[in-house]
């Protein structure tokens, strides 16, 4: 059973950084690229970052590019991602996710991810 769980959210100041992490059980973890998203409440899931299988590929969401890295350690089953420079925009729920095809690149849409994890806060308030 593929089992993902998300880790290091919590309430910053506007400005400040977090790091998040998703550890991986459950199946190949150096197979599948990986995904972070995000939601608000009333609002879709929203794509924020991916990466590739390998980690080679890395893509943004243009609201978070410069700011947000996305990361994995193959050897750990861990993805992660480093959010800099926080804004108040930047509150929601974040979501990390398994891609459901080996080897791909991983995907902008959650519909290609077949597997999530519970999700974690993040809240940017002064």
């Known amino acids: 059973q593929v089992q993902l769980v998300e880790s290091g959210g919590g309430s910053v100041q506007p400005g400040g950084s977090l790091r998040l992490s998703c550890a991986a059980s459950?199946?190949?973890?150096?197979?599948?690229?990986m995904g972070w998203f995000r939601q608000v409440p009333g609002k879709e899931r929203e794509f924020v970052a991916r990466i590739s299988w390998s980690g080679g590929r890395t893509d943004y969401a243009d609201s978070v590019k410069g700011r947000f890295r996305i990361s994995r350690d193959n050897a750990k089953n861990t993805a992660y991602l480093q959010m800099n420079s926080l804004k108040p925009e930047d509150t929601a729920v974040y979501y990390c996710?398994?891609?459901?095809?080996?080897?791909?690149?991983?995907?902008?849409?959650?519909?290609?991810?077949?597997?999530w994890g519970q999700g974690t806060q993040v809240t940017v308030s002064s």
């Open positions: 459950g199946r190949t973890f150096s197979n599948y690229g």
């Open positions: 996710a398994g891609d459901r095809i080996a080897r791909g690149p991983a995907s902008r849409r959650a519909n290609d991810y077949e597997y």
